[in-house]
C-alpha cells in the first residue's frame, strides 16, 4: 500500500472472536424469539385469544379508524403517555431510545453481514458508518444516563410516609419500585398496600 494511502472505514464482524461464536448469535436469537413467541401464545390462551383473533380485532380497529394506527405509533415510539410525567418520563424516553437505536443497529449489521456481503455489496462503510457509529455510541450513553437515572432514583428516592406504612405492616405501591419501600419517583401519588384488603391512597396526585 502506497505510503499516505486512506483506508475506507468498515465494519468487522467479530474481528476478535473465534469463528464459530458467529453461528452461535443466531442459534441464540432463534431460541429467544421461540421463547417469546410460546410465553406470549399460554398468555393469549389464558385469556382465550388465539394469534388470529388478535390480528384480526386489531386489523378491524384500524380500518374502523384509520387514526387508530397513528395513536399506536404515537404511544409506542412517541412514548407520549410516559412523557405525561415530566421525570420518569425522560428517563423511560432515554432507556426506550437507546434501545430502539441499539436494536436497529443491529439489525442493519446482520443484513450487512448476511445479506448484502454475500450478494457482493456492502453499506456499513465510509461515512454512512462513521454516521452510524456516531448515533450507536450516542444511544449507548443514553442507555447508561437512563439506568444510572433510573437505580439513583430507587435507591435514594424516598416516598414520604413509608415509616407509618411500614408500620402499619403495609407496603407502598403506584410510584415506588416493588423491592424497595422507600423508593419513589412521585411522592405525591403513592399508595399504602395493607397485607390484607384494598388499597389506601395516602397522598393525593395532581
Known sequence: MAAGASVEPTRPFMPALPGWVGPLVYVATALM??????????????????????????????????????????????????????????????IFGA????????????????????????FLRGDFYLGCEVVLDTAGLMLLVGVLWAACGATFGMCPGWETCAASGGCMRGCCTSWSPRSCWRPRACWCVPCRGPATRMWGGP
Do not use: C, K, N
Not at 399506536?72 to 423511560?92: K, P, W, Y
Not at 441499539?102 to 439489525?107: A, D, K, N, V
Open 33 to 94: 424469539v421461540l421463547v417469546v413467541a410460546h410465553d406470549a401464545t399460554v398468555r393469549l390462551r389464558r385469556y382465550g385469544v388465539s394469534w388470529r383473533a388478535l390480528g384480526g380485532e386489531l386489523w378491524r380497529r384500524i380500518v374502523e379508524d384509520p387514526r387508530r394506527l397513528g395513536t399506536l405509533i404515537a404511544e409506542t415510539f412517541g412514548q407520549q403517555r410516559s412523557l405525561r410525567d415530566r421525570e420518569a418520563g425522560a428517563m423511560h424516553a432515554l
Open 99 to 122: 434501545l430502539v437505536l441499539t436494536t436497529l443497529g443491529t439489525s442493519l449489521v446482520g443484513l450487512d453481514h448476511d445479506i448484502a456481503r454475500p450478494l457482493g455489496v456492502s
